[in-house]
């Protein structure tokens, strides 16, 4: 069994809101195993990105603990906070706003070793040849700038930067979104064949079902800052909530049935202002029960590895 390298429990993160409070992530839990990746996804403003900028200590969360090597880094200041960027690293979904335009590629990739003083300048060069060549990208980019690269060429790019410090857990938030499909391929099989070299951890998040579950070995699916169903990638097709199966039943199919019907959610997301009583999606929900308007349902386990937050279950 897989060592969880990183806990996070009973997360919460409510921002103040003319004079409300908006509760971005409501409570929660996800234990995330060395060597694996766990795919967030769910629809925009379902609490993705602000999960993953508490896990990278841009947010302080309201509530809940952060566990990675025994002590909870939300409580992390200084120094120690900066040393822990050694070990958790993150790529953003435009690579271009992340980096600064006038520096040079070689630059960009070796700027975190060199605030670490883990090279000298003198050794930038050669380390920034090894770093792209690690990323599949020829070493004469070290002297080229940002504007000067493709898209896909970028991000490979930012996961080089992420990749300088040998972290153990890169968070992904929506990296590959913004390129092709073709691209976006490319990128994921990158990914692939690095965690299996470094034995990375990586935490996707995503609105694309279909892509994160192909190669995510589990995935936390959330709506209005809950998570509302765990379960293993490769029985995703398996999933129980309404939610997910709305999700699902949503994605164009690859095998060109002419026969699928693409179905949409009907109703309106609530505000995350105005929250209704019990479950976040019962107005969205065909099965919605008078116990899903009263009282909100706890993530149960249904079967191994597979957890659900529904009252059918």
């Not at 992390?76 to 980096?99: C, T």
């Not at 099965?287 to 009252?311: F, G, M, R, T, W």
Request: proline share 4%; charged share 25%.
């Amino acid at each position: 069994m897989s060592k969880v390298i990183m806990q996070v429990k009973n997360i919460t993160k409510k921002f103040s809101a003319n004079n409300r409070f908006l509760t971005a992530c409501d409570n929660i839990h996800l234990n995330i195993n060395a060597g694996e990746t766990v795919g967030i996804v769910g629809e925009s403003g379902c609490g993705k990105s602000t999960l993953a900028k508490m896990i990278m200590n841009i947010y302080k969360p309201t509530s809940g603990e952060i566990i990675y090597h025994n002590q909870d880094i939300t409580k992390l200041k200084g120094e120690d906070l900066r040393q822990n960027y050694r070990h958790i690293q993150m790529v953003f979904q435009d690579p271009i706003s992340a980096f600064n335009p006038k520096m040079k590629i070689g630059n960009i990739i070796c700027e975190p070793l060199l605030n670490f003083k883990s090279i000298k300048k003198s050794q930038m060069k050669e380390k920034a040849k090894e770093l792209l060549r690690l990323v599949e990208l020829p070493e004469d980019f070290i002297d080229r700038y940002p504007h000067n690269l493709s898209g896909g060429q970028r991000q490979r790019v930012a996961i080089d930067r992420a990749l300088a410090l040998e972290p153990k857990i890169i968070v992904c938030d929506e990296a590959t979104s913004a390129l092709d499909v073709s691209v976006q391929a490319k990128i994921i099989e990158l990914l692939v064949k690095l965690q299996r070299e470094k034995n990375i951890t990586y935490i996707f998040i995503c609105h694309d079902l279909a892509l994160v579950s192909l190669f995510s070995h589990r995935i936390a699916v959330m709506y209005l800052g809950n998570i509302v169903e765990k379960i293993d990638g490769d029985k995703l097709i398996k999933a129980k909530h309404p939610y997910t199966k709305a999700l699902l039943k949503a994605v164009f199919s690859l095998n060109n049935e002419q026969n699928k019907n693409i179905e949409t959610l009907s109703g309106d997301i609530p505000s995350p202002l105005d929250l209704p009583k019990g479950c976040p999606f019962q107005n969205r929900c065909k099965y919605c029960k008078d116990i899903c308007k009263q009282e909100k349902p706890k993530l149960k386990e249904i079967s191994v590895n597979h957890h659900v937050a529904c009252h059918l279950f």
